[in-house]
């Protein structure tokens, strides 16, 4: 018999799966706009499973498992399809469509293994070894919505195919590198009273302000673990000279 405690996290984490395979059927079908949305609201599920494991007390290593396949799909295979789906439509870039495609899905399910092996379920949270896949997932469609907000709102053309090849490359990069990435409590300090504020400017930008985000927590932590680094490289030549 499983505990009450478990069913809302588990339901919120089957939610999230869900989301990623409706954003895979839309991307076959075509519908671009849905897949990237379905995608969001995945994103927003696998934020409010944690929360939910961690104020009912509720973490399992069946949670843990679960979490991360429902991020293999909603992370990982959905991205990656949708990117198929994009790049299908440029008969230029035909030959390297699947092998873009397929690296973004490869790199993100390696990370996510290697995060499980790793970790054990608890209520920490430590920084991450390579860039979390949701944010791997936040680079590819924040820059398709902010493409598509520019050209609605401002008919200027921001997409360039070229770009979000390389973004998508990048992204899997990043997620299977060793980079040390905070966490976004981190990286975002907002004070307490100016969290709901800050939270209800993201919705309403949202096209805007995801893009804005994701990077910056991208380039943030790439300039961290620089001066990182630099700091270690400037430390063990100092015990050298002694």
């Not at 944690?50 to 295979?77: C, Q």
Request: glycine share 4%; net charge neutral; charged share 15%.
């Amino acid at each position: 018999m499983v505990e009450k405690k478990y069913i809302a996290p588990n339901a919120i984490t089957a939610a999230n799966m869900l989301l990623g395979y409706l954003s895979i059927t839309s991307s076959i079908r075509g519908n671009i706009e849905y897949a990237i949305w379905f995608i969001f609201l995945a994103m927003v599920c696998d934020g409010l499973d944690g929360k939910t494991a961690r104020k009912l007390d509720a973490f399992s290593e069946f949670g843990k498992e679960f979490d991360s396949f429902s991020d293999a799909i909603s992370f990982g295979i959905a991205p990656s399809i949708l990117v198929y789906s994009i790049l299908s439509m440029y008969p230029k870039f035909v030959s390297i469509v699947i092998p873009v495609a397929f690296i973004y899905a490869l790199c993100g399910v390696m990370r996510l293994v290697k995060f499980n092996v790793i970790t054990t379920a608890s209520e920490e949270k430590d920084d991450f070894s390579g860039m979390p896949i949701p944010n791997g997932a936040a680079s590819v469609i924040s820059y398709l919505l902010i493409c598509q907000a520019l050209e609605k709102h401002f008919d200027y053309q921001f997409f360039n195919v070229e770009v979000f090849i390389a973004i998508t490359v990048i992204a899997a990069i990043l997620m299977v590198s060793t980079i040390t990435f905070l966490t976004p409590d981190k990286v975002f300090r907002i004070p307490k009273k100016f969290m709901m504020p800050f939270v209800i400017l993201v919705l309403v930008t949202l096209k805007y302000s995801m893009f804005i985000i994701s990077f910056y927590y991208i380039i943030y932590n790439l300039f961290q673990y620089h001066l990182y680094r630099k700091e270690l490289k400037h430390s063990s030549e100092n015990i050298e000279e002694k």
